[in-house]
C-alpha cells in the first residue's frame, strides 16, 4: 500500500476544517499522511489547529511566516511531502470514506498517473445544491475551454511536481494552471463516482467575479503564453461555459 500525502491549506476556515479532517482520518484507505498548512498571519485559530493536529499521529502542521496564499501553501506541502501520491482537500470540503480507496485502486487497474471524480456542491449547511460530474478524459485542448475539475477531487503521482510544474501565485484559478500544465505531459482520467463535497460559500475567492475575469485572463495571457486577443477569447469560451453550468 503506497503512502498518499493529503495536503489541506488554512486561511479562516475554522467552522469548517475539522470536518475536512475527519473525512481524511475516517478514510478506509489508512496509509496517509496530513499535513495542514496554516497561512494565516493572525494566529487567532492557530492553538485550535494544534488541538485538532493531536487528533493522530499522521497530522503535521505547516506554519507560515506570513500569508502567501493557497497554491504556494500547497506547494510548501508538497516539498514536505513523502508519499507516492499526492491529494488535494481545501479546508471547508469534504470526503466520502472510501474517497481514497477507491480512487487510488481507479489509477492502479487503469495505470492512472492524475485523477479527479464527481463531486457535490453543498452550502454552509452542508445542503446539496448542485454537482459536477467528472468527464472520462481530459487532455490539453479540452481543458483550455472549460476547467472541468475539482481541486478537492484530484490526486496525483508526485513525480511530476518539478520547480517548472506547481501552483502559480494566483488568487483564483491557480488549479486551473496546473492542470493546463500537467496536460502537457499526461492526460486527467475522470472516475464518475461521487465522493467528494465542495462547499459553495459566500465569502469564497471562487464567487468574486472580478477576481475571476482578471486570473482567467492571467491564465492564459501569462502563463500558457497566447497573445492578447486569443487569451480574450479563450476567457470568453470559459465565461461562456462557466455560465452554463450555473444556470
Known amino acids: 500500500m503506497d503512502l498518499v ?7 479562516k476556515k475554522r467552522e469548517y476544517i475539522l470536518t475536512a479532517i475527519r473525512s481524511v482520518l475516517n478514510q478506509t484507505y489508512k496509509k496517509i499522511e496530513i499535513l495542514i498548512i496554516y497561512d494565516d498571519e493572525d494566529k487567532i485559530d492557530l492553538d485550535y489547529i494544534k488541538s485538532i493536529k493531536k487528533l493522530d499521529k499522521r497530522i503535521k502542521l505547516i506554519i507560515n511566516k506570513k500569508n502567501i496564499g493557497a497554491g504556494y501553501s500547497r506547494n510548501k506541502g508538497i516539498t514536505k511531502s513523502k508519499g507516492v501520491f499526492l491529494a488535494f482537500l481545501d479546508a471547508d470540503d469534504f470526503w466520502k470514506k472510501d474517497k481514497l480507496k477507491k480512487q487510488i485502486a481507479f489509477m492502479k487497474k487503469n ?7 464527481s463531486y457535490k456542491i453543498i452550502n454552509k449547511n452542508d445542503k446539496i445544491i448542485g454537482e459536477r460530474k467528472a468527464k472520462k478524459l481530459l487532455n490539453h485542448k479540452t481543458l483550455l475551454n472549460d476547467c472541468e475539475i475539482g481541486l478537492s477531487t484530484v490526486i496525483i503521482n508526485k513525480k511530476f511536481f518539478s520547480k517548472k510544474i506547481k501552483f502559480p501565485n494566483l ?30 460559500t459566500d465569502d469564497s475567492l471562487s464567487k468574486n467575479t472580478i477576481q475571476k475575469i482578471l486570473d482567467g485572463f492571467r491564465v492564459y495571457k501569462t502563463y500558457m503564453n497566447f497573445s492578447f486577443f486569443k487569451s480574450i477569447y479563450y476567457l470568453f469560451i470559459l465565461s461562456t461555459n462557466y455560465i452554463r453550468k450555473i444556470i
Not at 5 to 11: A, E, G, K, L, R
Not at 111 to 117: F, G, L
Not at 174 to 200: A, H, M, P, Q
Open 171 to 200: 488568487k483564483t484559478k491557480e488549479d486551473f494552471v496546473l492542470w493546463l500544465k500537467l496536460t502537457k505531459y499526461s492526460k486527467i482520467y475522470g472516475l464518475k463516482t461521487f465522493l467528494c463535497f465542495w462547499r459553495n
Open 111 to 117: 495505470s492512472v498517473k492524475i485523477s479527479h471524480t
Open 5 to 11: 500525502s493529503i495536503i489541506i491549506p488554512y486561511f
